[in-house]
């Protein structure tokens, strides 16, 4: 994975240009990184592409993330929308990163390995080589994309929504998760919408789940916003009401 160059002093010093990389701390410290770093991409990716999502399990780190963009727009977007956003039960602290993160600056030729890794490039350089290559690879293939209107979605290639949809109610039914999706996550998502009241999942049955918002009008809104929405490139939202 590529490496940011990361230190408590992002939070220092006069104010920092506008970059393709944000730095955002005041995070909830319990969450596993894994978890965490695919919760930032769900709910980051709606505001453009994303590169890499860095976060680490050292104590010098915990509680911060780094969430690289492809391009500054993107990232200018989401510093100002998701600015004090209830994230893990806490308001995220959002500001544009104080150093490029690699993945970028080897994009863009710009890359000169720090000191601390001198002492290392000897020993597996081949191996880190390589390792390096197909991750500024797999980073620039991403496909994360802004949202636009619903009219102009298309349910994608494969899912169909049912023959005899649901009347409008305040249940939605989605599909088309990932499999590792978590309740979080997806509460995350839809709790921005007024009336939101909770997440059900079925433990047997991955990749679907029940939002429940307080009337029918407040779903609707969700639903028109988050349809389509790519929780991962290859799994796009597909959100219908639910049969009672």
Known sequence: MAEAVVNNSDTDGPEIPRNVTIYINNLNE??????LKKSLRAVFSQFGEI????AFKTLKHKGQAWVVFKDV?????ALVKMQDFPF????????YAKTKSDIVAKANGTFVPREKRKRHEEKGKKRKDQHDVNQVG???NLAYGGMPPLFQIPYPGGVKLPEAP?????IL???????????MMLEMLFLRYPGFKEVRMVE???GIAFVEYADEMQSTIAMQALQGFKVTPQYPMLIAYAKK
């Open 30 to 35: 319990k969450i596993k990184i894994d978890e």
């Open 166 to 170: 649901a009347p409008p109610n305040n």
């Open 88 to 95: 893990y039960d806490k308001p995220m602290r959002i500001q």
């Open 204 to 206: 047997t049955k991955p």
């Open 173 to 183: 039914f989605v599909q088309n998760l990932p499999h590792d999706t978590t309740p």
């Open 138 to 140: 797999a980073g620039l």
């Open 73 to 77: 727009d993107s990232a200018s977007v």
């Open 51 to 54: 590169l890499d999502v860095l």
